[in-house]
Nanobody, 116 residues
Framework: QVQLVESGGGLVQPGGSLRLSCTAS????????MAWYRQAPGKERELVAR???????LYAESMKGRFTMSRDNAKNTVYLQMNNLKSEDTAVYYC??????????WGQGTQVTVSS
């Protein structure tokens, strides 16, 4: 069973930045894809960004130009750099790893609050 541990959330003012991390308990090299989702109060969980084995990450429209997803295979970690944060970015952020055998793994979530 793969364990995913997220960190990096917190309280930030509008226009500020945060970097989220998601570290897996085993090598991330073989996962088909890794993604960040978020869920705001009273709303459905939505995709933020996804990265595959090859190619550039894909982003939801509202995050393009502000968020950057990256991976470090040596550290079994994916990151989400979030810049120019807005109040509407307030949510619990989750990482998700999709394995080649069809299994899906989720982190516990990390709270991001954007407020002055």
């Amino acid at each position: 069973q793969v364990q995913l541990v997220e960190s990096g959330g917190g309280l930030v003012q509008p226009g500020g930045s945060l970097r989220l991390s998601c570290t897996a308990s085993e090598s991330i090299f073989w996962f088909n894809s890794m993604a960040w989702y978020r869920q705001a109060p009273g709303k459905e969980r939505e995709l933020v960004a996804r990265i595959f084995k090859i190619g550039s990450p894909l982003y939801a429209e509202s995050m393009k130009g502000r968020f950057t997803m990256s991976r470090d295979n040596a550290k079994n970690t994916v990151y989400l750099q979030m810049n120019n944060l807005k109040s509407e970015d307030t949510a619990v952020y989750y990482c998700n790893f999709a394995a080649h055998d069809g299994n899906d793994y989720w982190g516990q979530g990390t709270q991001v609050t954007v407020s002055s």
